[in-house]
């Protein structure tokens, strides 16, 4: 079942892949596949990983697991622990739960990874389209028939939408995964439609 939060975000569960830090993520939302994605092209952060489950105590002594969504490690090696959530429900969360909450947080501040909470809200949208639009092709090597064509395309279509333009290096590289696979030749076949 897809959520619609307050930014215009529906949140969906999978897999992403963190090209530029090597890695593929699960997510939970798509809050938590969006951030992960600027984190990928955030030139601060060197590792992303999912955050192992923690144990907290309740002032009456009871116990709760509790898993927050990522652990970050920055180029300065400090590291922070992120949860995900959306903006609108924050503070039900927060209020339904604020021992937990606080508990948590000092388990983690005790741990030197301060717990953070990152909303649909703190995402900007160009930050989340740029992510995703550039994200996956870093450090990727120019390959000269490709690069001809994307000129090729342009020139033949001027002025076009970016919504379009995106369309099309997204099936760009939905070939070029295939090619690869199969080795340029068949790279140049499916860009030259042989």
């Not at 897809?2 to 949140?11: F, P, Q, R």
């Not at 990928?40 to 709760?64: K, T």
């Not at 429900?89 to 990874?113: N, V």
Request: proline letters at 4%; a neutral charge.
């Amino acid at each position: 079942m897809a959520t619609a939060y307050s930014s215009g975000i529906v949140s969906r569960k999978g897999h992403v892949l963190l090209t530029r830090l090597g890695v593929t993520l699960p997510f939970e939302s798509t809050i938590e596949e969006a951030f992960a994605r600027i984190l990928d092209f955030d030139a601060s952060v060197v590792a992303v990983q999912r955050a192992e489950p923690i144990n907290c105590y309740l002032s009456d002594g009871q116990s709760h697991a509790y898993t927050s969504d990522f652990v970050i490690t920055f180029a300065n090696q400090s590291r922070i622990v992120v949860d995900c959530k959306p903006h609108n429900l924050l503070q039900a969360i927060l209020q339904e739960e604020l021992e937990k909450w606080q508990s948590r947080s000092d388990i983690y501040r005790r741990q030197g990874t301060p717990l953070y909470i990152v909303t649909d809200r703190d995402l900007p949208e160009s930050a989340r389209e740029q992510a995703s639009a550039f994200g996956p092709f870093y450090n990727v090597g120019v390959d000269v028939t490709i690069r001809d064509k994307i000129y090729e395309f342009l020139k033949s279509r001027p002025a076009i939408p970016l919504s379009v333009l995106r369309e099309q290096v997204k099936v760009l590289a939905q070939h070029l995964n295939l090619g690869m696979s199969r080795g340029s030749r068949g790279l140049n076949s499916i860009l030259l439609g042989r």
